[in-house]
């Protein structure tokens, strides 16, 4: 009996059936043919730079005359201009499906009243099943939603010779904080750097920038932000380091983090519910208790597999969201973290989700394009003033899945429902 895992030796028989050991080997190797001319970043787009790029494309294989039809038909080029000023390169867009679900009752500190929530998807089944939760949520009586925090990091680091060094360095953004703060806001109209924590790794100090950014998501704003806050500390510091970085990869940026599940990055959500015992089994289809066990059941995976936070896809309904209303999709990787919570409560199931990473903006980034904005206005949260209430719907459409798929599960119906309305691809 082979002590090497089943797995490795599956792949092993597969490879060798593929390719031998001395085809492997050429085929790896760096190939000696000269390199094609690349393509230079196009910053400002027009309809002619469209068309060249598609030349390209076309005269090299690459794709066709309905590829470009499909791509960069004649609507989409009449906005190139438009276009141009979220990316390099333009050719075209995507058309991905947009479904939509409520009316969504939600009871928010920000956000209150009935709304509707559009979700770009591929993925069907993805919109029945958040519809379904908006509608027992709504005969509930609505979420309580409520944004707890704000606070967008940026974490640029410093190297400096010994740890005596970073030391002195630390006290002196102590001592000159005032100024930073000042460097770092003159760069804005909407930013706040409302913290300023320095970490210190024996010869390396991690300055943790903490900015409010308005109704923006506000990436770029904090990035160029604490960009002047390092060129002030170069230029007046008399403890030079040896090299710095704009971000030292502690802040979480697009991606799962601890410092992110405790302390938050951008917006921290919480919506709840209590849903009544007669609800769930005439909605659901389902009881209470069937729900609580497959809870606890999927709370303890969620354990035993070392997740960040506990909860079922939020990332299906963040992505789908993100995508209708011109968020940065990327930021789904740290906005999916969080908790759900189900438990049982005088004649239901309270049902809660937490979710300290929610980035988005209501103004800014994506949302002025013209199918984002659209998405935007049918939340009815487009423009200043609005994003605190879109987070907490954020927040409230997360909620709807979590009780959908834990009430599918639990009730045996989720591959059903798939099969059905996915049609078995």
Known sequence: MSIIPSNILLRLERLRRMVTFDEARARLQPSAAPAAAPLRPVRRATPASVSALWSRLKGEGRAGDQDERQIADSETVGLTEVYSRNIENFIGTVKVPVGVIGPLRINGLHASGDFFAPLATTEAALIASFARGADIISRAGGASVAMLSEGLLRTPGFVFASMVEAGAFVDWVAHNAAALKSAAEATTRYGRLVSLEP???????FLLCRYTTGDASGQNMVTIATEALCRHIEAHTPIAPKRWYIEANFSGDKKG????????????????????DVLIEKYLHTTAEAMLDYGRLANLGALLSGQFGAQAHYANGLAAFYIATGQDAACVSESSVGFTRMERREGGVFASVTLPNVLVGSVGGGTGLPSQAAGLNITGL????????????????????EISIVAAIAAGQFTRAHHKLARGR
């Open 199 to 205: 970490i210190i790794d024996t010869d390396t100090v």
């Open 382 to 401: 487009r423009g200043e003033g609005k994003a605190a209430a879109l987070a907490e719907l954020v927040g409230a459409v997360c909620l709807c899945g």
């Open 257 to 276: 983090s601890y410092l992110g599940l405790l302390t938050g990055r951008g917006r921290k959500v919480s919506a709840s519910v209590l849903l009544p």
